[in-house]
Nanobody, 123 residues
Framework: QVQLVESGGGSVQAGDSLRLSCAAS????????MAWFRQAPGKEREFVAA????????SYADSVKGRFTISRDNAKNTVYLQMNSLKPEDTAVYYC????????????????WGQGTQVTVSS
């Protein structure tokens, strides 16, 4: 089973950019759909973006479409989330997740999660 470690979070100003990384251990990384979710204080965890095992299919939440880009480098066992034009409402803990299913937005289909990385966007 794959294990996930996120990095790249931090505190930025509105309009800035950040790139999150999720490093996966294990030789089966290419079997998994990878996704990013986020959870703001007092709110439910929500889907952000997902990418298929080949990278050929992606999906995004409407709230981040056009601003965030998910990508993966299977040679490095890493998935990325490039976040541009950040807004205060993007403030949350961001989690990387892995699934054997397709690019679903349902958190219940992801059975492996990282520990999360904090992103704080100030106005």
């Amino acid at each position: 089973q794959v294990q996930l470690v996120e990095s790249g979070g931090g505190s930025v100003q509105a309009g800035d950019s950040l790139r999150l990384s999720c490093a996966a251990s294990g030789r089966t990384f290419t079997m998994y759909t990878m996704a990013w979710f986020r959870q703001a204080p007092g709110k439910e965890r929500e889907f952000v973006a997902a990418i298929s095992w080949s990278g050929g299919r992606t999906s995004y939440a409407d709230s981040v479409k056009g601003r965030f880009t998910i990508s993966r480098d299977n040679a490095k066992n890493t998935v990325y989330l490039q976040m541009n034009s950040l807004k205060p409402e993007d403030t949350a803990v961001y989690y990387c997740a892995a699934s054997i299913y397709g690019t679903t937005s349902s958190s219940g289909t992801y059975d492996t999660w990282g520990q999360g990385t904090q992103v704080t966007v100030s106005s």
